[in-house]
């Protein structure tokens, strides 16, 4: 399996240095040749100093800024504050490796610890920051609202842009920021420099501030006046480390290119994310859920299978219908689609092994889908198990889904969350799946926008102590569930939809570490409307986030346009729906020529670990043109670009691709046929270009750039 620096793993080879008790003065914790960032240790404050573009006369924070800060037991603590036995400790790496600084204090009551870890790599202009605080006093500490950076912006607030939500959308003047900010950068115009800022916390309870008070940033966890409060409870002796945050600082006119070059760097190559530990990624998926919904049974997968093996499926996931209905073999009683996991042997009597036996023959992997969190309230496990069900302000068992009487939703704080995994270890060793589909509500609703209904109320579940301490708790115990599947199965591909992240389309840095895809959207309307929206959705959570963990349903197979909507999906992952028994022998051949020049692309290329903005072209929207790179910007071989008519006027446009050897000759070969269209250099297609024609207004073609 493919190998990623993880900043969590101590490094292999390090040197260390450590300071004395209470040793004050500047300490470098990033100075790669790229940045340098320094924190100054000073009559116990530990704040900041220094951070910007090595060679640069100007940094990007004030000095003296507090640099983190938290509250504990409402009392709040800061980088300005009194601490001792300050100390710090250096971890460099050998060769390449990441350096790793650690600064560690004390609370002048003892009561508390608090580490900052820097984390600096030798070929990006970038930081990774933590905060571990631990309980060294006799008595429990709630800590809430934690900066784990908190400094002033040294360009103010007036001359600078923030680009919110995935760091696509301007906005000016002060922002705080909400589950759609796991990437916000901040421009300023007028000395044309910015921050990158990622922040790694999952879902709801991420926090993002610029310019609030006028001057500062802050990235953390959301506060305690917010909608879903962040809150942890530590024991004595116990440590909690936040997620982590990163700061990218740059120069230059185009805002952009810090995301389409450092960013997507360190998320590909240092941030862990699960996608890019698969050594085979999937290609062209298949899942079943539209037009059948739960309308299955054994005779008609295996027809549908014998179908999407002939379109070059690699993927064939059977979704939700194949569980006991609790008592609806029909499928129509949705209240009691989650019952005890059992097999409707109605419409399976054989079971599922002689359906999954007959995928896997074709030569497709098989998947399967799950509620990991959500049941029927009649079900045996809630009869015998009352403990792990969700509790509302009132005590009583409710659904965080849909606010449904007759579901109730399971506590991922309490034992159920070995049950679920157990369930779907089962579902892995007895059938061989590949895939799995965890979905429905866990923490919010995607649909319900009472921040009331949220969480779990219960005072007596094993992992929280109160309501808000159960969002972290929730959140943290099913990426810990997911990372025991990935231990048992290494392979496997777990899709973490979003209504199991909490809001619509919610996908961010804290679930692609562990689990490989988000079910993003469902989008039935037909090409080129739907195609449009694809394309939408992919434009603006990429290359902030990784591409391929991307998956946006539905698209439907028989569509008029069903080419044009496999293209548009070419940009995330290719997932497509539909009953691909009612296609032509032609029209399935067309789809297999399509998967077998797509998988090739990814055999020479990689190119599902990449994607970049084709330049000169912004969101995709009507009445313009549109388009994506998936350039290997690592072994600069080539790769996929992807350009679309959307109802312009022109018909015609110039396609320049960056990231390739200036000095090496690529051919643009049209898929998937191959015909060459352009033989120029690496920086010919960036300087000049090709032109592309589509003559149809709603159209669009993907090309192969490959090196000779």
């Known amino acids: 399996m493919k190998k990623i620096i993880f900043i969590s793993v101590l490094l292999l080879a390090v040197s260390i240095v450590c300071s004395a008790n209470g040793k004050e003065g500047l300490v470098k914790v990033a100075d790669n040749g790229r940045i340098i960032r320094s924190v100054k240790l000073d009559g116990g404050h530990v704040q900041s100093d220094w951070y910007g573009l090595a060679g640069k006369e100007d940094g990007f924070v004030t ?10 037991d409402g009392r709040q603590y800061s980088g300005s504050g009194n601490w001792k036995e300050i100390r710090y400790c250096r971890l460099a790496g050998s060769g390449s490796g990441p350096m790793q600084t650690v600064i560690s204090m004390k609370s002048e009551d003892g009561g508390l610890e608090v ?14 920051k933590e905060i571990r605080i631990t309980d060294t006093g006799s008595r429990d500490l709630c800590i809430e609202g934690v900066n784990v950076e908190d400094f002033g912006f040294a360009f103010g607030c007036t001359h600078s842009q923030i680009y919110r939500s995935y760091g696509r959308f301007q906005h ?41 008070d006028g001057s500062s940033i802050s990235v953390g966890t959301t506060l305690p006046d917010q909608d879903y409060p962040f809150r942890r409870w530590l024991v004595p002796g116990q440590s909690w480390t936040s997620a982590p945050v990163f700061t990218a600082p740059f120069e230059g006119r185009d805002c952009q290119r810090v995301v389409n070059t450092t960013v997507q760097d360190y998320i590909r190559k240092y941030m862990g994310v699960r996608i890019e530990q698969l050594d085979h990624k999937p290609m062209f998926v298949y899942n079943t859920w539209v037009p059948f919904y739960r309308d299955i049974d054994e005779a008609k997968i295996m027809e549908v299978a014998d179908a999407a093996a002939e379109c070059g499926i690699e993927e064939f996931i059977i979704d939700d ?49 799950l509620s990991v969190g959500r049941l029927d309230s009649e079900s045996e496990t809630v009869g015998s198990h009352p403990e792990w069900i969700v509790r509302d302000a009132d005590g009583n068992m409710t659904d965080l889904h849909t606010s449904s009487s007759t579901n109730c939703s399971a506590c991922m704080g309490t034992e159920w969350c070995d049950y679920i995994k157990n369930v779907i270890l089962h579902n892995v060793r007895a059938y061989g799946i590949e895939y799995v589909k965890l979905d429905l509500a866990i923490v919010t609703s995607a649909y319900v926008y009472d921040p009331v209904h949220t969480g779990c109320y219960a005072t007596g579940h094993r992992d929280h102590r109160d309501h808000a301490e159960s969002y972290d708790v929730i959140y943290e115990n099913t990426m810990k569930m997911f990372d025991e599947l990935h231990a048992e199965a290494p392979d496997l591909f777990i899709d973490c939809t979003f209504e199991t992240a909490g809001k619509l389309q919610l996908m961010d840095y804290g679930i692609a570490k562990h689990a490989e895809g988000n079910w993003l959207c469902n989008v039935e309307e037909f090409a080129p409307a739907g195609s449009l929206r694809v394309r939408e959705l992919g434009w603006v959570r990429s290359p902030a986030l990784p591409a391929t963990s991307l998956v946006i349903g539905n698209q439907s197979m028989q569509q008029p346009l069903h080419i044009l909507a496999y293209k548009s999906l070419m940009g995330t992952l290719p997932i497509m729906l539909g009953d691909p028994r009612e296609l032509s022998a032609e029209e399935r051949a067309e789809f297999k020529a399509w998967a077998s020049w797509s998988k090739g692309l990814e055999q020479r290329h990689g190119i599902m670990s990449f994607r970049q903005d084709l330049p000169g072209f912004g969101m995709p929207r009507v009445g313009c043109w549109d388009g994506f790179c998936r350039i290997n910007t690592e072994t600069r071989s080539g790769g996929l670009v992807g350009v679309f008519r959307e109802g312009a006027a022109e018909t015609s446009r110039m396609i320049t691709v960056c990231g390739l050897e200036p000095d090496s000759t690529y051919i643009v070969r049209r898929g998937p046929d191959g015909t060459e269209t352009a033989r120029m250099t690496g920086r010919e297609l960036e300087k000049k270009g090709f032109r592309v024609e589509l003559k149809d207004e709603y159209s669009g073609e993907l090309f192969e750039i490959v090196k000779l």
Not at 63 to 72: P, Q, V, Y
Not at 115 to 128: A, N
Not at 174 to 198: F, H, K, M, S
Not at 326 to 345: A, M, N, Q
Request: hydrophobic fraction near 30%; include cysteine.
């Open 63 to 72: 000095e003296n800024s507090r640099e983190f800060s938290f509250l504990a």
């Open 115 to 128: 580490e900052l870890i820097y984390t600096s790599y030798h070929d990006l202009p970038l930081v990774r």
């Open 172 to 212: 000016l003047g002060p922002y705080r920021g909400n589950w759609d900010d796991p990437l916000t950068v901040v421009y300023n115009t007028r000395e044309q420099c910015g921050l990158a800022i990622g922040n790694e916390t999952t879902g709801i309870l991420k926090r993002t501030s610029i310019f609030e």
């Open 321 to 369: 219908g194949w569980q006991n209905n609790g008592g609806s073999s029909s499928g129509l009683r949705h209240s009691g689609h989650e019952k005890d996991w059992s097999i409707d042997t109605e419409k399976f009597p054989n079971g599922l092994k002689p359906v999954f036996d007959h995928i896997k023959k074709l030569g497709m992997k098989p998947g399967i889908w």
